[in-house]
């Protein structure tokens, strides 16, 4: 039986008193199941008195299910009235019987085991105006200072104070009592001291085994709050638990720089709308912190000058590919078999295994290691660029310390003072030798002015957690002139192309990637923004996804890009990285095996320009998790709901649908929920249709509930296009312009469109694309025939074997050659001519 009911098992929902819950059942019809016979479905839950009852579905014939065009199903509901239900927690399953069990047949149940039932909180009546100060949270006699900080109308912003006395080395923890209200919450924990993954839970605080970093607690009112403790040079602050639900902030100091009695900040905000809330508590540590009082920075850090940067364009990384094996000639090769199919990347990054070092893990010099690369870095650079004319970019990784245990002594302490510390490491405690802080600026100008010579001009800095791990108290804080001796260099020899990686330290997140400082150079910084890319290990494929886009809830609204680590596109999961991160935000670079490459997935990414360049079609802003905000509180690589994340290109709305289980799932999306935090762009009183990409499905957008199903590894992505339209005496023209209906990302590929009269029957719809490609309208006319179709590049017309038009739909298709009358230009100039009778 494949069966599904949303809300689904597992899952945690909230709804206030008084509204009427919804329960949909999708079943595919197979024999057992199909029409021909009775289907019984009954809903079975405690909302009465605590008393289990069932109550039955009922069939419905008109809900279209997205994505199973060629599949039958049955769809059946029931709606919940919880007025009459108290406030708190209550639980439902799902059980099934059909006609065609000749035997008569027992029940099956959905739900099978303990703890495998759904739940749902039932708040207050109806939204209620928030409980006003921090005590709706906290007992506030535990603050010694609770200082507001006004950012927006709508979200209630502290910095709380407290007074913690320092022990030495040591972490001291101090309760903060049970939050109040608390429904459950979300949390970004500390998986390793460099990495961040997302944490879920209900009832009762669980986060007792690693720091958590951020903090989301739904009260009983509905209302968000948002808990962001704070680290700086004196001390370094996380979250956690206690065995009874407290919420315990875990404190460890800088004993040189600060008193025995340290002030410890936690910021705290409060408010209706999850993702105001989480903005405004990062929005408050700029401006209590840096004096910063930039109101949108998810704007002003993902939106990009409209010159094209390097990581508008696809790059090429060795690491997956040859791992620290790489050779000179494997970077050839795996560069010349993506020329051989066409394919142009702007920056290549050589990942570890190209310096020289010591059988420690400690680097020996600035220069590559000649046995493997024979001609230097440089040699290899130019020899790159004068074959690859299009590589623009060459970068080079290191790790923060130089190598993994830092580096060899009898080659840098001649010139630099050269310190040994030890530090935690999976295979236990490590020695590394590394530079101390008053010579680290030198040695980075040295080092950075070498390689900018050999002809780098980016770096991927790894590690750089790393002394978080360092087992001296002293040496933790070495990081501070580490970070400050990074980010002067970066800026003097490469401009800010940096990618921060193994980073998710609160070290460099509240200080270097919240201080407008880091953006400094022209360049916006890349910060990776999850454990890696890991194309051998099964499991960790949707995990990867699902943890991207849970941690873009945060980690969007810092100083940098999240990046979303490298891919491969011949693999099994290779388009369903590709196309996650073609809509992310993020930077897209491949790690492809030479002559393994899925040239489809790779050219889907790309648009080929009039100027015979290659660009990527990448979002400009970063996404962000989204449908109802349920779905924030459960593992969604656990629970059988849709992972859900939403972006922009300039008018259209984007919704990316990814499958993180390992089986098929059919969910229900509430479109509204999906796009609330884009308040300028998404109106829902206008005209939209619905292009789905990869079922190439065209629909006009009329109801806020949409069903979809999406098979196992596989995914969806939903564009939302206002219509424009005309109307002209007893006629009304629609048309929109789609974007490049064979890429993932097309919808990026449009500069401008514009609806033109000519006369009474001939309209003129004129649009500007970045480059090649097909490209997708909606075109439709009330009470007047749309007899033919002309497309023109620079009024030179397209054939008519290029121009198709689904009358059914109303999806019109051009596509795009490379044309002489277009080579050269800064773009596409494209002509619709309608003529109708």
Known sequence: MEAYVQPSLLSTTYIFRNEVLTFKFYILSTEEYSKSHILNVQLWNNLSDNKWSGINFTEKNDVILFGCKEVKYRVLEVEVDSSNAKE??????????????????????????????????IGPPKIPES??????????????????????????????????????????????????????????????????????GSEKLKINSRDVQYLVIQQASGDFVSLIPFTNEKYTSAL????????????????????????????????????????????????????????????????????????????????????????????????????????????????????????????????????????????????????????????????????????????????????????????????????????????????????????????????????????????????????KALRDSINKYFNQKLIYCMANSPSILQNTLLDKQVLNGEHIPLYRNSDDYFPDIE??????????????????????????????????????????????????????????????????????????TMQLLRCEKSAIPAGNVDDLFVDLTKVDKLLKFTNQNGRINILGLWNCRDKNLIDHVNINDSFRFYKESWDINKELVMYFMKNKELVPFKQDNISVMIKKQSFEIILFVPVDTLNIDDYCLKVTCIGLIDKYNGSKAILSNELNKISNNKVIYNVELIGYGECGFYLRCDKKNICDIKALLYDDEIAKENIKYEEKNGMLVVKLKENSVVNGKESIKLKIEINLD
């Open 240 to 483: 956690k638990s206690d065995d009874d639900g407290n919420l315990v902030l875990k404190c460890a100091f800088n004993t040189n720089k600060c008193d025995k009695d340290v002030d410890i900040k936690l910021f705290v905000s409060k408010g209706k709308e999850l993702n105001d809330v989480v903005k405004n508590c990062l929005d408050a540590i700029r401006k209590v912190v840096y004096q910063d009082e930039s109101k949108d920075v998810f704007n002003t850090v993902c939106v990009s000058n409209h010159e094209v940067v390097y990581y508008d364009k696809l790059g090429y990384c060795t690491w997956n590919a040859f791992y620290d094996k790489v050779r000179a000639e494997d970077l050839l090769q795996a560069l010349n078999s993506l020329h051989n199919i066409g394919i142009q990347v702007g920056y290549v990054i050589l990942d570890d295994g190209w310096q020289k070092i010591d059988d420690n893990k400690r680097m020996q010099g600035f220069e590559a290691n000649l046995e493997k690369f024979p001609s230097g870095l440089k040699g290899l650079i130019d020899q790159v660029k004068k074959e690859f004319p299009y590589i623009k970019h060459f970068g080079v990784w290191h790790t923060l310390w130089g190598y993994w245990s830092g580096v060899d002594p009898s080659k840098f302490s001649d010139k630099y003072n050269v310190c040994n510390t030890t530090y935690n490491t999976p295979n236990g405690i490590l020695v590394a030798h590394i530079i101390s802080p008053q010579d680290i600026y030198r040695f980075y100008d040295d080092f950075y002015s070498y390689l900018k010579e050999q002809g780098i001009d980016m770096v991927k800095v790894d590690f750089q957690a790393c002394f978080d791990d360092v087992v001296s108290g002293e040496y933790k804080w070495w990081w501070i002139d580490y970070q």
């Open 131 to 200: 409980e006003k100060g921090v005590e709706s949270i906290f007992n506030k006699d535990i603050f010694n200072r609770i200082e507001p900080v006004q950012i927006s109308k709508n979200v209630d912003n502290w910095c709380t104070i407290m007074n913690v006395t320092s022990i030495g080395e040591y972490p001291v923890y101090k309760n903060l009592g049970v939050p109040k209200n608390l429904v459950r919450y979300f949390g970004l924990e500390r998986l390793t001291n460099w990495w961040l993954i997302p944490t879920s």
């Open 88 to 121: 708190g927690w209550y639980e439902f399953t799902v059980r099934v019987h059909s006609s065609a069990w000749s035997d008569g047949g027992e029940w099956k149940w959905l739900s099978e085991g303990i703890n495998k039932n759904g739940k749902i909180f």
């Open 539 to 612: 499991e960790s494929h949707t995990w990867h996804i699902y943890t991207n886009a849970m941690n873009n809830l945060f980690t969007s609204h810092l100083y940098s890009i999240p990046d979303w680590d490298m891919c491969q596109s011949y693999h099994k999961y290779g388009e369903y990285h590709a196309a996650a991160r073609a809509i992310s935000g993020s930077p897209m670079y491949f790690t492809d095996i030479p002559n393994h490459h899925d040239k489809d997935i790779l050219e889907r990414c790309l648009i080929k320009t009039p100027k015979n």
